[in-house]
Structure formats: structure tokens, C-alpha cells
């Protein structure tokens, strides 16, 4: 989707190092999800953020929300091959009213053991 | 886990032919969704439901229908399969503790139209 651009499209990691994936909106966001999607699997859900300057933590995963930027980043500390798969990010522009979130083309993740 | 399950898992059809997705929640959740996956497009919302007998078209409608004759059924029905509806479906649910706009997503559902 243009309203959601994922970077990078695809990564790969040494285990243990730490990275980072954005996700940016072209539109004032009300809301921004994370998931992650294990090949061939449904999405789980990881985190909301509905605040700017929000963030949060889940294991090792921390996601925040840049509000001036409209951007969120998430962030993996010492990578593990758990932690490979799709990462997917999704917008509410519509102050949680609206059913119809966009979604980034997600980021696929590897990590080598 | 949310209990949701899609039916069948994976099918192989030839065009022209109707299909029917279900979908089935034990979770009580007032909204499900119909989402499509394919390759460089993202997820794309088919359509969704916000109670029994009430849907809504999402960006990607034609060609799709869905029903809701019960809170825990949500169909998808293609009535003519086309090769472009070769696809991964997933279905999805919200309206729990979580929050409204949290889904809680199905395994998914691989067509191939032939």
C-alpha cells in the first residue's frame, strides 16, 4: 500500500544482533498495529500503539511511535531464529471507528543461527 | 489461542466454478473479516461483518460475497472462480478484551483457481 511503506522489504541477521524495521505513513495515523507471520501461518498479533511517543515491549521486541514523523520502528534486541519470519504493519486512520486497516507489504525476516 | 478455524484449509478449483470459505469462531467476537494475501499487494480487506446479518465491502469486494447467519459462521463465497482469485485467505475476528481494532486472525485458506 502507498499510505504504508515497510523498510526494509527483507532482512537478514547474524543471531544476537539487534535491528530495527520502520514503518511510515503517508496519512495522520489514529492507531498502528504489529504483527508477525510465520511462513504459511495466520498473523499474531504484537502490539498497538495509539499514542505518539508510545511505546512498547513484548519479550524482546520494543515498537514506538514517532508522531512527527508519522512512523513507528521496531526494534529486536539480540535476535534470535525465533524471531524470523514476516513482520506486518498495520494503520487506523479512523480513529479506531473505522473497520478497514491498510496494511504495509510487511518485512520478511531471517535470522542465521 | 482465540479459537478460529477456516475450512478447507486448501483447495484446488477450476474457474468457473463456485467455492465457499468458512469460517468458524468459539470466541463470541461481534466483527469478522475476510482478508486476501498475495504478493506484493499486502493484505487487502474482501469484507466484514459487524453482527449477524450485517456485512460491509472492504477494497476488494468484487467478485465476493460473504454471509452471517450465525455469530460464529462467516462464509466467503466466490460464485464463479477466476485465476486472479488464486489467493491465501485468511479470515479474522475483533471486538474481544484486547481492544476493537485487535484481530485475531485464522491459519489461513490457499486457493488456486486453475
Known amino acids: 500500500s502507498q499510505e504504508l511503506e515497510q523498510s526494509p522489504q527483507s532482512l537478514i541477521v547474524q543471531e544476537g544482533k539487534n535491528l530495527t524495521i520502520n514503518c511510515t505513513s503517508s496519512k495522520t495515523l489514529y492507531g498502528l498495529y504489529w504483527y508477525k507471520q510465520k511462513y504459511g501461518e495466520g498473523l499474531i498479533f504484537l502490539m498497538m500503539l495509539q499514542k505518539g511517543g508510545e511505546e512498547k515491549s513484548h519479550e524482546k521486541i520494543t515498537a514506538k511511535l514517532d508522531e512527527k514523523k508519522q512512523q513507528s520502528s521496531l526494534h529486536i534486541t539480540a535476535s534470535q531464529p525465533s524471531h524470523a519470519g514476516i513482520y506486518l504493519c498495520g494503520a487506523d486512520y479512523n480513529a479506531g471507528n473505522n473497520r478497514k486497516l491498510i496494511w504495509g507489504l510487511g518485512t520478511s525476516l531471517a535470522v542465521n543461527p | 489461542d482465540a479459537g478460529i478455524t477456516q475450512s478447507p484449509r486448501h483447495k484446488v478449483t477450476e474457474t468457473g466454478t463456485p467455492v465457499t470459505l468458512r469460517c468458524h469462531q468459539t470466541e463470541n467476537h461481534r466483527y469478522m473479516y475476510w482478508y486476501r494475501q498475495d504478493p506484493g499487494h499486502g493484505l487487502r480487506l474482501i469484507h466484514y461483518?459487524?453482527?449477524?446479518?450485517?456485512?460491509d465491502k472492504g477494497e476488494v469486494s468484487d467478485g465476493y460475497s460473504v454471509s452471517r447467519s450465525k455469530t460464529e459462521d462467516f462464509l466467503l463465497t466466490l460464485e464463479s472462480a477466476t485465476s486472479s482469485q488464486t489467493s491465501v485467505y485468511f479470515c479474522?475476528?475483533?471486538?474481544?478484551?484486547?481492544?476493537?481494532?485487535?484481530?485475531?486472525f485464522g491459519a489461513g485458506s490457499r486457493l488456486t483457481v486453475l
Open positions: 479474522a475476528i475483533s471486538g474481544g478484551n484486547s481492544g476493537a481494532n485487535v484481530l485475531t
Open positions: 461483518s459487524y453482527g449477524v446479518k450485517d456485512t
